[in-house]
Nanobody, 123 residues
Framework: QIQLAESGGGSVQAGGSLRLSCVTSGFPFSLLCMAWFRQAHGKEREEVAT???????TYADSVKGRFTISRDNTKKVSDLQMNDLNPEDTAVYYCAADFLACSSVNRTTINYWGQGTQVTVSS
């Protein structure tokens, strides 16, 4: 059974940091494109970052230079380090995965999702 489980969300003041973790099970992690998405209240779910099997990363313009996605193929974990947070980063953050290439994934094509974790940034 394929499972993804996020942890590490919470509340923080603007300028602070949080680290989200996604633990996976049930499939060969090293073959996966891993991604993080977020969905703010009343808005569409948006892609935040992706990391390919070979470790190459992509980021949304809004988080470049502040967020870092990583993966540990041995532990089957993907992390999202979030620094210099601001209130616009407030959202439910989702870990996602697929066997598709990262260049092909988006919120409609990616197949495997975690349950989400809330991140709230206050000013």
């Amino acid at each position: 059974q394929i499972q993804l489980a996020e942890s590490g969300g919470g509340s923080v003041q603007a300028g602070g940091s949080l680290r989200l973790s996604c633990v996976t099970s049930g499939f060969p992690f090293s073959l996966l494109c891993m991604a993080w998405f977020r969905q703010a209240h009343g808005k569409e779910r948006e892609e935040v970052a992706t990391i390919r099997r070979d470790g190459k990363t992509t980021y949304a313009d809004s988080v470049k230079g502040r967020f870092t996605i990583s993966r540990d193929n041995t532990k089957k974990v993907s992390d999202l380090q979030m620094n210099d947070l601001n209130p616009e980063d407030t959202a439910v953050y989702y870990c996602a995965a697929d066997f598709l290439a990262c260049s092909s994934v988006n919120r409609t094509t990616i197949n495997y999702w975690g349950q989400g974790t809330q991140v709230t940034v206050s000013s």
